[in-house]
Structure formats: structure tokens, C-alpha cells
């Protein structure tokens, strides 16, 4: 049959071509034309597409038809054949997976098990600055080369932004291994590996403290503290009393706080090591509390003058305008320093007091109770050097702390 010939098949139906045996053009109702070629297959008839007409013409049919009749005569499977081509070209379509697109999985992916949406955001920027080198590379790609050429430029000047940043590469990678994406070793893994071709963070980086009141000093900064005016300045001296972090204070609630037991009970998704907290409430602490107004509207403690949670930065504002060389978070310090040189309180107590996770992952096993008692007598010794200015030659007992 002649190339215009086959054009001018239009009615439905198989119309079988010539040229090499079992090639026809089958014509659909609608009138969409294609190619078919019906070969016998370990004794089976088959019926196999060899594309659409007129995209695919007479002759390039009939060659393709001879192909697979010869690959038929040799006992091969031509279907079967084309089928795990196909299979293999979807498995490494769904393995070409871009660094970003698996960096933006992985966070979509753990985002619902992390504290906060800051911790997903600080994720997203981080990763971000990865973008530019390795961001639109296939991840099964990335290599000690791309990894060294994120890192090395920020190594030595911003340690702990580049420390933190090979952990995320790192995870991310890990994640993209699971899921097939990548084969062989993590590039970006530490130990026996970057850790020969990198200095260690701890080498280079400089030790960096929070700037706090000396304990000496900070009975007369408390004086001068309650002579200013405003939330921030309100909200300053709870964290002090309280020796909490400004983000637990600045985020508290009226129903976290129950005045006639005393007690501020912060949630676990609002703390650091997500677990939830108590802390006992001292005269003092209940005093300022007491003195608050309720504002209408929100449950908010401590409301920024237009609404919502107080800024840090209006905490920051506070010891600047008293000219003082510290930041709030400082004086969890002051606290620290306060319990380790003018009291002889367990350190066990300080440190739950400060809400800090015990490290000794045995110890943490067994310790079920929250040394409460323990810690209302520390919080009230607190609240009571706190309100002598002239503290430094002031030397604690803390007799309250062992009885109770």
C-alpha cells in the first residue's frame, strides 16, 4: 500500500498495510489514526503500538515493525522490553530530585514534630543560602566538592552558622537516601569525614556569653528596675524573679498562672526542651503580678502596647535605657552564679530551676519528680537577695533549700 493510500483510510477499523506481515493502521471511532503490529510472542499473539499517524509516516512504521519482528525472531519479548524501559525511565524520573526540592520536603516533612514555626523558618533560611550553589542540582549529585564549596567560605568566619548549617545539609541528604534519591555515603557527615578536612568548630569558634549583671550587683539594678516605667520594664523584672527565659515571660498567659498556689505552670510547646514547667511563684514575683491591670481583650500578662506578645527587643530597650552593659537573658546567669558562689543548694535544684535538660541521659531516667519544694524555698531566697542593693557583701544560707 502507497503512502496516500494509507491517508485516505478513514473508516474504523484494523486496515492491515503490507510491507512486513502484521502491520496495520487502526482507525479509532473518533477518527484518531495509529500504528499496530501483531507478532507472535513465545507462541503468543501480541499486539504492539508503534505510534500515532501521520506523526509516525508508512515508512518509518514499517521499519520500526521489521525492528521488533527481528527482536521477536531471536526470542526476545519486545513488549516486555519496552515496558521496563519505561519502568526504568519513571524510577529515575522520580529520582531526579533537586537539593531544594528535598531541602523543602524534609522541612515539609518534619515542620509538625518541631517546637515552633520559628525552628522551620530558621530551617528554611538556612538551607536558602545553600540555593545558589546546589539548590537546582540533582541531590544524588551532591558531592564532598559541592558540600566544601557551601562550607569552606563560611567556615572560619561564621563557625557556628556554618556548624549548624553541614548538620541540616547532612540531615537533608540523609532523608533523600531513604527515599532513594541518592545512593553511597553522606558527604556532609562530620566524623570520619569533613572533621579531617575542616577545623573544629570548637578550635575556632570563640566563646560567646550572654552580658549579665554581676551578682554583686544586681540587688541594686533591681532597685533601679522598679523605678522604671512600663510593660517592658515589668516584664524584665518577672524574668529576673522568676529567673525564666524572656520568650516564657513575654509569652505568659493569665490561665498559666495561678495566684493562690502560687504557681506559673508555662506549656510544653512554649518552652526550649518542650516539656512543660513549673515554677513557683514568690512573694514577690506574686506582688508585681497582682499589680498588673487586665487588659480587655487578651490573656496576655505582659501585651504590647498595640496588641499581641511583647518584643525582646522592648526587654533589650529597657537595660539600654537604664545603661546597663547586659541583655536580659543574662541574668539566668546572674541566677547561675547566684546559686553556685552564695548558696549552698544542690545543683541539681538550680539547674531545674532553670528548666535546663539534664544531660546525663541515665540520671534523666530515673528523675521523675521536678524538685518543687526544693525550688520554692530557692525562688523565695532569690526574691529576697534580690531586694537588698547592697547584696555583694551579702553571703546566703540557703537552710530552706536543705530542709525542704
Same mark, same amino acid.
Given at each position: 500500500m502507497a503512502p496516500l493510500s494509507v491517508a485516505r483510510l478513514i473508516e474504523p477499523g484494523l486496515h492491515f498495510v503490507g510491507g512486513v506481515a502484521g502491520l496495520a493502521l487502526q482507525v479509532q471511532p473518533s477518527g484518531a489514526r495509529s500504528w499496530v503490529l501483531r507478532l507472535s510472542v513465545?507462541?503468543?499473539?501480541? +499486539?504492539?503500538?508503534?505510534?500515532?499517524?501521520?506523526?509516525?509516516t508508512l515508512a518509518d512504521a514499517r521499519r520500526r515493525a521489521r525492528d521488533e519482528r527481528e527482536k521477536a525472531d531471536k526470542g526476545a519479548d519486545p513488549i516486555a522490553d519496552r515496558k521496563a524501559a519505561a519502568s526504568r525511565l519513571r524510577a529515575e524520573q522520580t529520582k531526579a530530585f533537586t537539593f531544594k526540592a528535598s531541602a523543602l520536603a524534609y522541612?515539609?516533612? *518534619?515542620?509538625?514534630?518541631?517546637?515552633?514555626?520559628? *525552628?522551620?523558618? !530558621?530551617?528554611?533560611?538556612? /538551607?536558602? $543560602?545553600t540555593y545558589p550553589v546546589i539548590g537546582s542540582m540533582q541531590v544524588r549529585d551532591v558531592g564532598l566538592p559541592q558540600v566544601l564549596a557551601v562550607l569552606g567560605p563560611i567556615w572560619g568566619i561564621k563557625t557556628e552558622t556554618a556548624s549548624r548549617l553541614r548538620g541540616r545539609?547532612?540531615? @537533608? /541528604?540523609?532523608?533523600?537516601? @531513604?527515599?532513594g534519591y541518592r545512593e553511597g555515603l553522606n558527604p556532609a557527615r562530620w566524623k570520619g569525614h569533613l572533621d579531617h578536612l575542616l577545623p573544629s568548630p570548637s578550635k575556632i569558634m570563640k566563646a560567646s556569653h550572654h552580658a549579665a549583671v554581676p551578682v554583686g550587683q544586681v540587688g541594686a539594678f533591681m532597685q533601679a528596675l522598679r523605678a522604671q516605667q512600663g510593660t517592658g520594664a515589668r516584664a524584665l523584672e518577672f524574668v529576673i524573679l522568676t529567673a525564666a527565659r524572656s520568650g516564657?515571660?513575654?509569652?505568659?498567659?493569665?490561665?498559666?498562672? %495561678?495566684?493562690d498556689r502560687a504557681t506559673? @505552670?508555662?506549656p510544653g510547646e512554649r518552652m526550649k526542651a518542650g516539656k512543660e514547667h513549673r515554677v513557683p511563684l514568690s512573694d +514577690?514575683?506574686?506582688? /508585681? /503580678?497582682?499589680?498588673?491591670?487586665?487588659?480587655?481583650?487578651? %490573656?496576655l500578662v505582659f501585651p504590647a502596647p498595640r496588641g499581641g506578645v511583647l $518584643? %525582646?527587643?522592648?526587654?533589650?530597650?529597657?537595660t539600654r535605657r537604664m545603661e546597663v552593659a547586659a541583655v536580659p537573658h543574662g541574668f539566668r546567669s546572674t541566677f547561675r552564679d547566684w546559686c553556685s558562689e552564695r548558696t549552698s543548694c544542690p545543683r541539681e535544684v538550680a539547674e531545674m530551676a532553670l528548666a535546663h535538660t539534664i544531660g546525663d541521659k541515665v540520671e534523666a531516667a530515673y528523675r521523675r519528680g521536678d524538685l518543687f519544694k526544693k525550688r520554692r524555698s530557692l525562688m523565695s531566697e532569690w526574691?529576697?537577695?534580690?531586694?537588698?542593693?547592697? $547584696?555583694?557583701? !551579702? @553571703?546566703i544560707s540557703m537552710h530552706e533549700c536543705k530542709r525542704a
Open positions: 513465545a507462541g503468543k499473539r501480541r +499486539e504492539m503500538g508503534l505510534g500515532g499517524f501521520p506523526d509516525v522541612i515539609e516533612a *518534619h515542620e509538625p514534630g518541631w517546637r515552633n514555626a520559628k *525552628h522551620a523558618e !530558621q530551617w528554611r533560611n538556612t /538551607l536558602a $543560602s545539609i547532612e540531615s @537533608v /541528604l540523609d532523608w533523600a537516601t @531513604v527515599r516564657e515571660a513575654r509569652g505568659a498567659t493569665w490561665r498559666e498562672i %495561678d495566684l506559673w @505552670v508555662v +514577690e514575683a506574686l506582688a /508585681l /503580678l497582682r499589680g498588673l491591670p487586665r487588659i480587655a481583650g487578651t %490573656d $518584643s %525582646d527587643m522592648t526587654l533589650v530597650a529597657v526574691a529576697a537577695f534580690l531586694a537588698k542593693p547592697e $547584696s555583694n557583701a !551579702q @553571703v
